[in-house]
């Protein structure tokens, strides 16, 4: 049973050391449990998070603990009446091959509703995170100018579309050519812009004339401050994730913006609410009934980026906070 440990906890940018992969026993099932063995893990964002001390939403993974992790099993053995030997669950066991489980948290798939990875992104937590923050805090209407970046990642690529369902003139962000095309062609939002290039701020406005209504916001930094000066009264700001500052270690240098963008709320109007996905669980049914007939009739399309081997899990996620990715990160850690 290999598994993977946070070894320690890292500074700025997570490097190999930071984790630990380690051999240990395939566990037995006690009374009420059952042995899940992880076909796939989903490997996201938020788990440089816990990666750090201190408090958050969530509490951090402690040294010498199995990383965390949303992940798709099998259920190997089972002392659980409603669980049998080959059933296929959503856990969240973690980065390792086998786990024991109570039950808890666990929710079975149904191989019918699509290929069972996608439970860890388009009809799953990223999924989720994607319709209800747009729909709860964005509230689309037709007409309006969204902006939305990571636009190829598993939660802006449904954000675009679920935008342009709804009648939203939808621009993307995405870094590099090939992303920026995919998003275009394959995705059909209205535009895609390199924020690898120059001038973000004059390229975004050329490409909203009518400025923003709604910027789903995945990343914070320098995308926020080109969208910033672009966004019209009354707009809308789902606050997301802020991944251009998950490796920081400290504060930027430079002017303190603090005034500046409070100033822009007040005299604008705007809405910036936070969320987590959480906050919004009990619209699991309608979001996996509309995203799954979406899916369905061909108007969300959804990329998987699968890379083999759990031990190839700590390089991914450190590649995944630089945009190495491309679509919805998986790691494959065993057969199907
Ligand atoms: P993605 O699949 O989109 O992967 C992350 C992407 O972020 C990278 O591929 C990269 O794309 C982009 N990125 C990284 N650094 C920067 C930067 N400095 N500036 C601009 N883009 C950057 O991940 P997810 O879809 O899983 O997550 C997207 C966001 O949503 C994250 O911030 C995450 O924390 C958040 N989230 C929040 C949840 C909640 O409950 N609030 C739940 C799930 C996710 P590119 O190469 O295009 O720049």
């Not at 059933?87 to 290929?115: C, F, M, N």
Request: aromatic share 8%; hydrophobic share 40%; proline share 7%.
């Amino acid at each position: 049973n290999r598994q993977v440990l946070l070894a320690s906890r890292p500074q700025g940018e997570p490097t190999p050391e930071n984790f630990r992969l380690v051999e240990a026993e395939v566990p037995e099932p006690g009374p009420g449990q059952m042995v899940l063995r992880t076909i796939y893990l989903s490997l996201d964002p938020y788990m440089r998070g816990r990666m750090n001390a201190g408090p958050s939403y969530a509490p951090p993974v402690e040294v010498g603990a199995v990383m965390e992790g949303g992940t798709v099993c099998e259920v190997v053995a089972s002392n659980l009446p409603q669980y049998r030997q080959g059933d296929l669950v959503l856990a969240g066991t973690g980065w390792q091959e086998y786990a024991i489980s109570d039950g808890e948290g666990v929710r079975k798939i149904d191989p019918a509703h699509g290929p069972i990875s996608y439970a860890l992104g388009v009809l799953g937590m990223p999924g989720l995170t994607a319709y209800t923050g747009l729909l709860n805090i964005g509230l689309p209407k037709p007409g309006e100018t969204l902006v939305v970046a990571a636009a190829s990642g598993a939660v802006g690529s449904v954000v675009g579309q679920v935008a342009k369902i709804k009648g939203c003139r939808v621009i993307g962000i995405a870094g590099g050519e090939r992303k920026c095309r995919h998003v275009e062609e394959e995705l059909g939002f209205d535009a895609c812009l390199d924020h690898r290039q120059p001038d973000l701020h004059g390229r975004l406005s050329d490409a909203c004339p009518e400025g923003i209504d709604i910027y789903f916001e995945n990343v914070g930094g320098a995308v926020f401050e080109a969208v910033m000066p672009l966004l019209n009264d009354f707009a809308r700001v789902p606050v997301c994730g802020l991944i251009a500052y998950y490796n920081a270690s400290g504060l930027p240098e430079g002017p303190n913006r603090v005034p500046q963008v409070m100033q822009a709320i007040l005299v604008k109007r705007l809405t910036l609410r936070g969320f987590i996905v959480w906050d919004f669980a009990e619209q699991y049914p309608d979001f996996v009934s509309d995203m799954g007939g979406w899916l369905r009739e061909g108007r969300v399309r959804y990329r998987e980026d699968i890379t083999e081997g759990l031990e190839n899990a700590p390089r991914e996620l450190i590649g995944l906070l630089k945009g190495e990715n491309f679509g919805k990160k998986i790691i494959r850690v065993g057969s199907d």
